[in-house]
């Protein structure tokens, strides 16, 4: 699976992954439906981010899910 390719599928992962790598606890915050296909290569960004850190403090937390709240679709 190519992620660089814009498709609900590769949508549907990079969400998918991050909440599995941000451990949330509700995971109904985060739904691929909530994002555009115009917005995926800013997600894509965010899950480059996401992916290459270990682990994240509660600031940073709270940064990566403010930065995925202004790429939902409104």
Do not use: C, H, W
């Amino acid at each position: 699976m190519n992620l660089e390719e814009k498709s609900t599928d590769n949508l549907e992962k990079l969400i998918e992954d991050i909440k599995d790598k941000l451990q949330l606890v509700n995971r109904s915050v985060l739904t691929s439906e909530s994002f555009s296909l115009e917005r995926y290569e800013e997600l894509y960004e965010v899950y480059k981010l996401v992916m290459k850190k270990p682990r994240f403090s509660v600031l940073e937390m709270e940064g990566i899910l403010d930065e995925l709240k202004a790429l939902r679709s409104q």
